[in-house]
């Protein structure tokens, strides 16, 4: 409902009576999102708690529907709006069921996915048959990041040589297939045992940066979930946080975790997130390309659901021989 509150006060007034006087009304909501203008919306149940499938969205390239917003809008994750995702909550809060949910919406689009999962490929393995690559072990992620970044550094290359801005830009025949990296647990990635390992983590540390630096703009995307993303676990994880603008914080143990992925944008998001409990599993505080917050609830995704998606779009994965073989980057990302 449209009000313009200049001119009929006592048409808002009588609005807002009834709303809230209407058989089970769990939320009103006025927003001023026009100059002149306000926005009043009731809602009659509480998405947070009563799970219902989002509608969907016309579909369109990157953009995936995760879930729904705490005001009953659809929870979109829009690789476009906001390139690289920071996922972060305790053990059990609802990580990787968003990642599935992620990967169910990009299975059946033109756009290459990526697995780096240091857990034994545990949780990713789910979509390997519509992953290009799966590294599971420390020295797999290490070669894969490296290819990738020379895969970025060719399209750059590219983009410079036609005067593109961005692959976006590029004529249709050059055209690349958009790149989506999901790392599970980041911290596995930094962690360090033996000298040996400094070298190799220092190498990731920076590639991973590398391709949230220039992937933007590159068409290679980054999505980053962990249960933690402090500075303990090296300086490159401050860097890379940096360059991940598209937040989500399911529950936290602890406030500095919470503060990690949202405190330099916003306090009450801070506190929101610290009031998400045990049981509200797929519960989440999200701040997307706007930098506006919002509580959200991910669809819930089964484990089955989710290789029964991958596999019915095996066939779009795009072969990376690269992993297995040097030299030049995959005809299949180049089509
Ligand atoms: N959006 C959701 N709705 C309902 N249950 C959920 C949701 N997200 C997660 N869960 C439940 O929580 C459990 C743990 O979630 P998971 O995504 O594996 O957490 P994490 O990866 O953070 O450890 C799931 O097995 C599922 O039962
Ligand atoms: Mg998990």
Same mark, same amino acid.
């Given at each position: 409902?449209?009000?313009?509150?200049?001119?009929?006060?006592?048409?808002?007034? !009588? %609005?807002?009576?009834?709303?809230?006087? %209407?058989?089970?009304?769990?939320?009103?909501?006025?927003?001023?999102?026009? =100059?002149? &203008?306000?926005?009043?919306? *009731?809602?009659?149940?509480?998405?947070?708690?009563?799970?219902?499938?989002?509608?969907?969205?016309?579909?369109?390239?990157?953009?995936?529907?995760?879930?729904?917003?705490?005001?009953?809008?659809?929870?979109?994750?829009?690789?476009?709006?906001?390139?690289?995702?920071?996922?972060?909550?305790?053990?059990?809060?609802?990580?990787?069921?968003?990642?599935?949910?992620?990967?169910?919406?990009?299975?059946?689009?033109?756009?290459?996915? &990526?697995?780096?999962?240091? @857990?034994?490929?545990?949780?990713?393995?789910?979509? !390997?048959? =519509?992953?290009?690559?799966?590294?599971?072990?420390?020295?797999?992620? *290490?070669?894969?990041?490296?290819?990738?970044?020379?895969?970025?550094? *060719?399209?750059?290359?590219?983009?410079?040589?036609?005067?593109?801005?961005?692959?976006?830009?590029?004529?249709?025949?050059?055209?690349?297939?958009?790149?989506?990296?999901?790392?599970?647990?980041?911290?596995e990635l930094y962690l360090v045992a033996t000298r040996e390992d400094k070298? !190799?983590?220092?190498?990731?540390?920076? +590639?991973?940066? /590398?391709? #949230?630096?220039?992937?933007?703009?590159?068409?290679?995307?980054?999505?980053?979930?962990?249960?933690?993303?402090?500075?303990?676990?090296?300086?490159?994880?401050?860097?890379?946080?940096?360059?991940? %603008?598209? /937040?989500?914080?399911? =529950?936290? +143990?602890?406030?500095?975790? #919470?503060?990690?992925?949202?405190?330099?944008?916003?306090?009450d998001a801070l506190a929101a997130a610290q009031q998400i409990t045990a #049981?509200?599993?797929?519960?989440?505080?999200?701040?997307?390309?706007?930098?506006?917050?919002?509580?959200?609830?991910?669809?819930?995704?089964?484990?089955?659901?989710?290789?029964?998606? %991958? =596999? @019915?779009?095996?066939?779009? #994965?795009?072969?990376?021989?690269?992993?297995?073989?040097?030299?030049?980057? +995959?005809?299949?990302?180049?089509?």
């Open positions: 409902m449209r009000l313009h509150p200049g001119q009929v006060p006592e048409h808002f007034a !009588e %609005a807002l009576d009834a709303l809230t006087h %209407a058989w089970r009304v769990h939320a009103v909501r006025l927003v001023a999102d026009e =100059r002149g &203008f306000l926005t009043l919306s *009731a809602l009659g149940w509480d998405p947070l708690i009563t799970p219902v499938a989002p509608y969907r969205l016309k579909e369109r390239l990157l953009r995936a529907v995760v879930g729904l917003l705490e005001d009953g809008r659809a929870w979109t994750i829009d690789l476009r709006r906001a390139p690289h995702w920071l996922i972060v909550g305790a053990t059990r809060s609802g990580k990787s069921t968003l990642i599935a949910a992620l990967v169910k919406e990009l299975a059946p689009q033109r756009v290459a996915l &990526f697995g780096i999962d240091l @857990k034994g490929g545990m949780e990713l393995s789910l979509f !390997e048959d =519509r992953l290009s690559a799966l590294a599971a072990t420390r020295a797999e992620a *290490a070669h894969l990041l490296a290819e990738l970044v020379a895969e970025t550094e *060719a399209r750059m290359q590219l983009c410079r040589s036609v005067g593109a801005r961005s692959v976006w830009d590029l004529p249709p025949k050059l055209r690349k297939m958009p790149v989506v990296v999901i790392v599970d647990e980041v911290a070298a !190799e983590v220092g190498e990731i540390s920076t +590639n991973l940066l /590398r391709l #949230a630096q220039l992937g933007a703009a590159l068409g290679v995307h980054l999505v980053v979930a962990g249960q933690r993303v402090g500075s303990d676990l090296g300086p490159g994880v401050t860097a890379l946080r940096a360059q991940l %603008a598209g /937040r989500v914080c399911h =529950r936290v +143990n602890d406030a500095g975790t #919470a503060e990690m992925v949202l405190g330099d944008l916003d306090k #049981a509200e599993q797929g519960v989440a505080i999200t701040v997307g390309a706007d930098g506006r917050w919002t509580r959200a609830r991910s669809v819930h995704v089964t484990p089955e659901q989710a290789r029964r998606a %991958a =596999r @019915k779009y095996a066939r779009l #994965a795009p072969s990376w021989p690269g992993l297995h073989t040097a030299g030049e980057p +995959n005809e299949g990302v180049y089509s």
